[in-house]
């Protein structure tokens, strides 16, 4: 069983593997709209991205006009972050830097997405909203997502959420497979096995566990408001109406109060 509250060295050793599986994929899309969406209501002009990753969310709001930073702990994902930088021919420095920590400045809006709080203890968790609070401007929003815990224990969902899937990295074909279990503490713990096969050679097995605290939304609505925020609203990734569960994974916006 993996420590909860260490950030996995996945996002390290397997970096390569994060960006295969979740670049230009419908989620990140349909995720990325969402933010947007969000952002223009509450007028937002300056983000930084808290756990930004290899950039998915710095990138597509670059391209629409935003000024934002992008910040994250891993030098793995970030190094993939630099990279893409070259690519797009885009002039900008990531930072390394923990989310419970990191004092960046002052913006209108901070965000840290696809599930990236769930890897935090709960008192990790808030430290970290004490200090993008701090990062934040007068009336500056938090946007951020977790798995619905009511969600993964209602039924079967926890069954839903097992996935295999296969995707291609040079002349190797990586598989995925992957289920998860939940605890009465609400920490879902995922275990993962990957074949790299390249050609017909006898394929690699690699695994890895990782573990997320989940939250229902009366939770994280209780805990930003201990936290100085007031929350704006709650709603699904994909905008759609929170259903306590039925909707998979929870956005919250809330304000710096």
Same mark, same amino acid.
């Given at each position: =069983?993996?420590?909860?509250?260490?950030?996995?060295?996945? #996002?390290?050793?397997?970096?390569?593997?994060?960006?295969?599986?979740?670049?230009?994929?419908?989620?990140?899309?349909?995720?990325?709209?969402?933010?947007?969406?969000?952002?223009?209501?509450? !007028?937002?002009?300056?983000?930084?991205?808290?756990?930004?990753?290899? *950039?998915?969310?710095?990138? #597509?709001?670059?391209?629409?006009?935003?000024?934002?930073?992008?910040?994250?702990?891993?030098? *793995? =994902?970030?190094?993939?972050?630099?990279?893409?930088?070259?690519?797009?021919?885009? !002039?900008?420095?990531?930072?390394?830097?923990?989310?419970?920590?990191?004092?960046?400045?002052?913006?209108?809006?901070?965000?840290?997405?696809?599930?990236?709080?769930?890897?935090?203890?709960?008192?990790?968790?808030?430290?970290? =909203?004490?200090?993008?609070?701090?990062?934040?401007?007068?009336?500056?929003?938090?946007?951020?997502?977790?798995?619905?815990?009511?969600?993964?224990?209602?039924?079967?969902?926890?069954? !839903?959420?097992?996935?295999?899937?296969?995707?291609?990295?040079?002349?190797?074909?990586?598989?995925?497979?992957?289920?998860?279990?939940?605890?009465?503490?609400?920490?879902?713990?995922?275990?993962?096995?990957?074949?790299?096969?390249?050609?017909?050679?006898?394929?690699?097995?690699?695994?890895?566990?990782?573990?997320?605290?989940?939250?229902?939304?009366?939770?994280?609505?209780?805990?930003?408001?201990?936290?100085?925020?007031?929350?704006?609203?709650?709603?699904?990734?994909?905008?759609?109406?929170?259903?306590?569960?039925?909707?998979?994974?929870?956005?919250?916006?809330?304000? !710096?109060?």
């Amino acid at each position: =069983m993996a420590r909860h509250g260490k950030i996995p060295n996945w #996002y390290n050793k397997d970096s390569e593997f994060e960006e295969l599986f979740h670049k230009n994929t419908a989620n990140e899309k349909i995720t990325n709209r969402t933010i947007e969406k969000i952002l223009k209501k509450y !007028k937002v002009k300056t983000v930084h991205d808290f756990t930004c990753g290899t *950039g998915s969310q710095v990138f #597509y709001l670059l391209k629409r006009g935003y000024q934002v930073t992008g910040s994250d702990i891993s030098p *793995g =994902m970030l190094k993939i972050a630099a990279r893409k930088t070259k690519a797009e021919k885009i !002039k900008m420095q990531f930072l390394q830097g923990d989310m419970r920590t990191l004092n960046v400045g002052k913006f209108d809006a901070a965000i840290t997405i696809f599930n990236a709080i769930g890897h935090l203890t709960k008192a990790g968790f808030e430290k970290t =909203m004490r200090n993008i609070y701090k990062n934040l401007n007068g009336d500056g929003i938090y946007i951020f997502d977790i798995i619905n815990l009511k969600y993964v224990l209602d039924k079967n969902n926890i069954v !839903k959420m097992s996935l295999e899937r296969m995707e291609t990295l040079g002349d190797i074909k990586v598989r995925e497979l992957q289920h998860s279990i939940i605890d009465n503490t609400g920490i879902l713990t995922s275990y993962t096995t990957f074949y790299t096969q390249k050609g017909l050679e006898k394929p690699k097995v690699s695994k890895n566990i990782i573990t997320l605290q989940l939250y229902t939304a009366q939770e994280l609505r209780k805990m930003l408001t201990q936290n100085g925020f007031k929350v704006l609203g709650q709603c699904g990734i994909d905008g759609s109406e929170l259903k306590d569960t039925k909707t998979e994974r929870i956005v919250t916006i809330a304000q !710096k109060k």
